[in-house]
């Protein structure tokens, strides 16, 4: 795919078998664990696929679509023979209304579709993978983006599909719903739920409210779980110290986040990059 992502975008239908994924993981080895530049959609059309995403063990079948996003770590730990088509996009090609649902529904766990609904999105796949090898049309990038812009709004739509609307949600659910948009973007800078509570212009106990009431958990227990999976993540994915992580993170106090980490995974930061780097 990396011939064709100088243009921020590449799709392409493959075949792979036990063989090649042996091959591809002894190529990699020691980084195994790895992120897109773009966002991720995957078509399985035949055979089974062990993949972790988040460091969440999921099983994909035939006519499921995955999608990644561009901040998550993901690999393949194992995988029969298969069949499947993937398009990863940046966010400069993708359309404003898509990119921010996208971000909604992240992150979003495999879909599995009916095998009518998937043929439409095969369909769609194996259209833009004929724009792609069409280089030399004068409207070459605009008839890719295009079509690959019209496959994510149906990959979009199956998973607006199962999400509950908003017109159905309890104010419980529309408050924690906004915390957490809120929390994907500032758990670097905002560690306290006050800091929360004052963004959303309620008060503490109501915010923890209507998070426990929907989750089951507090508000402090998503911030550091948030701050956790990025620590994780980069711990997996990159080669920098704790201390460096920490501080990417908004600690200062490095032993402070190594004695946090400690407690919400049951290891210590570097136990843990030892134990998935294995």
Request: aromatic share 8%; hydrophobic share 35%; net charge negative.
């Amino acid at each position: 795919m990396a011939d064709q992502f100088g243009e921020g975008i590449a799709v392409e239908k493959i075949e792979l078998h036990p063989s090649d994924l042996v091959n591809i993981n002894a190529h990699e080895k020691g980084n195994l664990a790895h992120r897109h530049d773009g966002h991720s959609f995957f078509l399985l059309e035949s055979g089974t696929v062990q993949i972790q995403i988040d460091f969440e063990a999921y099983t994909i079948t035939p006519w499921s679509i995955i999608y990644i996003h561009p901040d998550q770590v993901h690999r393949t730990e194992s995988s029969e023979s298969i069949t499947v088509s993937s398009l990863v996009i940046t966010d400069e090609n993708l359309n404003v209304e898509y990119l921010k649902l996208l971000d909604d529904i992240s992150p979003a766990k495999p879909l599995k579709l009916t095998k009518e609904v998937f043929s439409v999105l095969s369909e769609s796949s194996s259209l833009c993978i004929k724009f792609s090898e069409r280089k030399t049309d004068r409207l070459y990038h605009s008839l890719l983006k295009d079509s690959c812009n019209a496959l994510v709004a149906l990959i979009l739509s199956q998973y607006l599909a199962v999400a509950k609307g908003t017109d159905k949600l309890s104010r419980f659910e529309v408050v924690t719903r906004a915390f957490r948009k809120i929390l994907e973007h500032d758990y670097c800078t905002s560690k306290r739920p006050a800091d929360y509570a004052e963004k959303l212009h309620i008060s503490t106990p109501y915010l923890n409210e209507c998070v426990k009431n929907t989750t089951g958990f507090s508000v402090s227990h998503h911030i550091q779980q948030r701050v956790v999976l990025e620590a994780k993540r980069l711990l997996y994915h990159s080669n920098r110290s704790v201390k460096e992580i920490a501080a990417d993170l908004g600690y200062d106090d490095h032993p402070y986040f190594s004695r946090l980490f400690n407690k919400v995974v049951g290891m210590s930061a570097l136990a843990f990059r030892n134990k998935n780097r294995d």
